[in-house]
Nanobody, 121 residues
């Protein structure tokens, strides 16, 4: 009933740009912090960027200055603008959100299915 759906992944040449989108849907009362994480084979999933409901952002040092996270509370969406992409950015990118459902006064953490981003050299 509650889900996060990512879109915008694909293949891009080094130095190029991509914009990832993630939309939340379902019986949602509120959405708190949202973020993007990424994972490559054999490596632990790592934080890329997060953004609070009020707009406070946090970035991994590896993407700072190149990536920009934003959100649209009305659309229940979070975005990741990725510029100056490097081959090292190649990974599956996952959307994450802390959400409170209308049926229960507790916040739970949710993950999207992931979208592949491949940066060629």
């Amino acid at each position: 009933q509650v889900q996060l759906v990512e879109s915008g992944g694909g293949l891009v040449q080094a130095g190029g740009s991509l914009r990832l989108s993630c939309a939340a849907s379902g019986n949602i009362f509120s959405i708190n912090t949202m973020g993007w994480y990424r994972q490559t084979p054999g490596k632990q999933r790592e934080l890329v960027a997060t953004i609070t409901r009020g707009g406070t952002t946090n970035y991994a040092d590896s993407v700072k200055g190149r990536f920009t996270i934003s959100r649209d509370n009305a659309r229940k969406s979070v975005y990741l603008q990725m510029n100056s992409l490097k081959p090292e950015d190649t990974a599956v990118y996952y959307c994450n959100a802390d959400m409170r459902l209308r049926t229960w006064s507790s916040t739970a953490n949710y993950w999207g299915q992931g979208t592949q981003v491949t940066v060629s050299s």
